[in-house]
Nanobody, 116 residues
Framework: QVQLVESGGGLVQAGGSLRLSCAASGSIFTINTIAWYRQAPGKQREFVARILTVGLTNYADSVKGRFTISRDNAKNTVYLQMNSLKPEDTAVYYC??????????WGQGTQVTVSS
């Protein structure tokens, strides 16, 4: 069974950058879309970005031009490069797959905190 593990979060000043990683076991990247979601304290989880198996990408309007999602199938890893970070980006970030979304299953996520 495929596992997804997020990493790379941390504390950064506004305007700074972080790169999140989503490491997967198995061959999920060859057959599945991978997406990033985030959840800020007291708020609902929201979509951030997704990447299809063919490399096409989609972003939430709030992160367009600042975040870039990419994948390295050789490493079974999806990345989320986050630039020009804002305090509003503070949240726990999760990576997921269509199956996990359908099941409403979420992993541990990785905390991103952006200070003013």
């Amino acid at each position: 069974q495929v596992q997804l593990v997020e990493s790379g979060g941390g504390l950064v000043q506004a305007g700074g950058s972080l790169r999140l990683s989503c490491a997967a076991s198995g061959s999920i990247f060859t057959i599945n879309t991978i997406a990033w979601y985030r959840q800020a304290p007291g708020k609902q989880r929201e979509f951030v970005a997704r990447i299809l198996t063919v490399g096409l990408t989609n972003y939430a309007d709030s992160v367009k031009g600042r975040f870039t999602i990419s994948r390295d199938n050789a490493k079974n890893t999806v990345y989320l490069q986050m630039n020009s970070l804002k305090p509003e980006d503070t949240a726990v970030y999760y990576c997921t797959s269509p199956e996990r979304l359908r099941r409403d299953y979420w992993g541990q996520g990785t905390q991103v905190t952006v200070s003013s």
